[in-house]
């Protein structure tokens, strides 16, 4: 896409789980791959997970190759998009015209929703919550054309963007937590380096834990110091949840200061 094609819209239609509609995308659709040009991807920790052990990088080298830092609207929070090439199409990296996508078993979970998109950020599963989705619809598209028949809760599952979604939960509860706060209310440099460290930077994080004094200052049992250092995704995920008792502070007030010591100078075991 260029600047002088016709812009996608949203639908003002609110679908929910069970809602329905008919697409499919293949090699033999006439649009394929124009949706990965032009594009705007937000990417999710377990995205760069799964990308950068794709690509054989350390996720340093993955965040400084292939995003772009930006705060999150509305939480001033720091998060990353996929940078685009820069060619007259603005294109994705890992896309080629008749071949399609490069990593596309590993493709972030924005791609995998299209053509839905996603309304709100949910704080927490909520069982009595239909969700709150919407069609992005692009003119180029002819993926509703074809005669493959969905409910929005299928597409998630054939997608793969339910798991990733559990995947990312503690992460999305954080953000929206952090939404939730007063404007007034700002984030010291330390806590958004934090912040970018466990949710993006997960190798740089892993070596604050097992290179720093940090297994010294919290309790950790032996388990799952094992498992968090074999399994980026439990790491993550045990990360967050540290984060969050920084973030909300859900500790006494001394750990609160040692866990907002500078990464960068953290204290090495001897």
């Not at 950020?121 to 969700?131: N, P, R, S, T, Y």
């Not at 980026?232 to 859900?250: A, C, I, Y």
Request: aromatic share 12%.
């Amino acid at each position: 896409m260029t600047d002088a094609d016709p812009k996608a819209t949203i639908s003002p239609v609110r679908l929910g789980y069970g809602s329905q509609f008919k697409f499919k995308c293949h090699p033999g659709v006439s649009c394929f791959t124009l949706c990965c040009r032009g594009i705007n991807i937000i990417l999710t920790p377990y995205d760069i997970i799964q990308m950068k052990k794709r690509l054989d990088l350390s996720s340093h080298d993955f965040l400084a190759i292939y995003t772009e830092p930006h705060l999150l609207e509305k939480t001033d929070l720091p998060m990353v998009t996929l940078k685009l090439l820069d060619d007259d199409r603005k294109s994705c990296p890992f896309v080629k015209d008749k071949e399609g996508c490069m990593i596309y078993s590993d493709r972030p979970s924005s791609c995998r929703y299209y053509p839905l998109g996603v309304a709100t950020l949910q704080h927490k599963e909520d069982a009595d919550d239909d969700g709150f989705f919407f069609f992005v619809n692009e003119p180029h598209c002819r993926g509703f054309e074809e005669d493959a028949e969905w409910t929005v809760a299928d597409w998630r599952a054939d997608q793969g963007v339910d798991l990733r979604d559990e995947i990312n939960r503690e992460w999305t509860d954080l953000v929206v937590r952090k939404r939730s706060f007063p404007a007034s209310i700002k984030l010291t440099d330390k806590a958004k380096q934090l912040f970018f460290m466990v949710s993006y930077d997960i190798d740089k994080f892993k070596a604050f834990v097992f290179e720093s004094a940090f297994l010294e200052r919290f309790k950790v049992d032996e388990n799952t110091v094992e498992t968090i250092r074999e399994d980026d995704v439990e790491l993550l995920k045990f990360g967050l949840t540290w984060l969050k008792s920084v973030l909300f502070k859900q500790v006494d007030p001394e750990e609160q200061a040692a866990m907002f010591a500078d990464p960068q100078s953290a204290e090495t075991k001897s």
